[in-house]
C-alpha cells in the first residue's frame, strides 16, 4: 500500500536543511539570469542503489529510452518554470545539477526526493503505471526547492504545507507546459499514472479534492478541501498527503477568482511566499498569511487580488 511504503521508508522525507538565496548562481546568462540546468539522468536498473547508471547527460540527444527521455524533459521543464519565472537558479538557488533515477526499484509504486536527488519507480503496472509525468517531476523537484528555501518539516500541517506547495509548483510546470489559462486546466496532479486496478483519473485534485479516484486498491481519495474536514491521523506521517488537499485548494480558488495563467502571478506569490517564509513548523494559518503579505508586496495590500486571495483562504476555513 501507498501510505505504509511511505512511512517506512525515511529515504522518502523530504530533508529540511541548508537553505540558500534565490539569486545566487553559478549559470547565468549575460543579462544576469539563470540560465542553463544540468541533468544526470541514470538509470536504477531496478536496484535500490542510487543514483545508478548515468544514461543521459545535459546536451546529450535523445536516448529512445522513454524513461530516461521523459525524466530528463520533465527536469527541463521544472528548470525553467523556476528559472524564468522566479529567477530561480536550480533547486538550491546556485545551479545543483538536477540529478535523477528512473527505474528505482523493481514495481515500486512512488517516487520521491531523497535530500539530493529525484527517484521514479516504474510502479506495479497494477496501481501505478508509471511517474515520469510533469506534474509528479515537478512535485519531486519542488521538494528540493522546499528543503533549499528553509524548510518545512515532513509532518502534520507544515508537511501538508510542503506537501501542497510541491503539487502547486508541479501543477504550474505542466500548465505552463501545456500553455494553458486557469480556466483550461484540469487541475489534477499525476493524471494518467494510475494502473489499471485503480478507477480514477490522477493522484490529486486540487479543483476537487477527494475526487481523483475511489478503488478497492487504494481506496478512496482521502483529501478533504475544508479545515472542517481536517483529519488528524498518525498515518502518512500525520496526514501530509491528506491535508494538503487544503492549502492545494486554496490555491485553485485564487487562480479561479483572477484568471489568467497561474504561473505567473499566483505562482509569484507563492513563490515569494516560500522565500519569506522562515518557519519549518509553518501552520496553514502562517502560510496562509505569507502568502498574503507577498500578494500585497506584488499586487498592493488593497488590491483586489489580494482581497481575493484572502477570500479563498477563508472559503477553505482559513482566517477571518
Ligand atoms: N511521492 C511521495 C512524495 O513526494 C514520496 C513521499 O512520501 N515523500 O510526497
Ligand atoms: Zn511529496
Not at 540527444?61 to 523556476?82: K, Q
Not at 486557469?182 to 490529486?204: F, K, M, S
Not at 505569507?290 to 487580488?305: H, I, K, N, R, V
Request: overall charge negative; glycine content about 12%.
Amino acid at each position: 500500500k501507498l501510505r505504509d511504503q511511505r512511512s517506512e521508508h525515511a529515504d522518502m522525507t523530504p530533508g529540511t536543511a541548508g537553505a540558500s538565496g534565490p539569486f545566487e548562481s553559478h549559470a547565468l546568462t549575460d543579462s544576469g539570469e539563470p540560465c542553463c540546468p544540468e541533468r544526470r539522468i541514470h538509470d536504477g536498473q531496478f536496484k535500490a542503489a542510487l543514483p545508478g547508471k548515468l544514461i543521459r547527460n545535459e546536451g546529450d540527444p535523445p536516448t529512445g529510452d522513454d524513461d530516461v527521455d521523459r525524466a530528463y524533459d520533465g527536469a527541463g521543464d521544472v528548470f525553467s518554470l523556476f528559472a524564468e519565472e522566479y529567477g530561480r537558479n536550480s533547486l538550491d538557488g546556485s545551479g545543483m545539477p538536477l540529478v535523477a533515477t528512473v527505474r528505482h526499484r523493481r514495481n515500486y509504486n512512488n517516487a520521491f526526493w531523497n535530500g539530493t536527488q529525484m527517484a521514479y519507480g516504474t510502479g506495479d503496472g497494477e496501481v501505478f503505471r508509471t511517474f515520469l509525468e510533469l506534474s509528479v517531476i515537478g512535485h519531486e523537484m519542488t521538494h528540493g526547492v522546499i528543503q533549499h528555501s528553509g524548510g518545512l518539516i515532513y509532518e502534520n500541517q507544515s508537511g501538508a504545507l510542503n506537501e501542497s506547495i510541491a503539487d502547486v509548483f508541479g501543477s504550474l510546470a505542466l500548465q505552463r507546459r501545456l500553455g494553458q489559462q486557469v480556466h483550461e486546466a484540469d487541475w489534477l496532479v499525476g493524471r494518467g499514472i494510475l494502473g489499471p486496478g485503480v478507477n480514477g483519473a490522477a493522484l490529486r485534485s486540487m479543483k476537487a479534492p477527494g475526487t481523483a479516484y475511489a478503488d478497492d486498491l487504494l481506496g478512496k481519495d482521502p483529501q478533504p478541501w475544508h479545515m472542517d474536514h481536517f483529519v488528524t491521523t498518525t498515518d502518512d506521517n500525520g496526514g501530509v498527503h491528506i491535508n494538503s488537499g487544503i492549502p492545494n485548494h486554496a490555491f485553485y480558488l485564487f487562480c479561479n477568482y483572477i484568471g489568467g495563467r497561474a504561473w505567473e502571478l499566483p505562482g509569484r506569490i507563492w513563490y515569494r511566499a516560500l522565500q519569506r517564509l522562515n518557519n519549518p513548523m509553518a501552520t496553514f494559518t502562517d502560510w496562509a498569511d505569507q502568502t498574503l503579505a507577498a500578494a500585497s508586496e506584488l499586487s498592493g495590500s488593497g488590491s483586489s487580488e489580494t482581497l481575493l486571495l484572502r477570500r479563498a483562504w477563508k472559503l477553505v476555513g482559513i482566517g477571518i
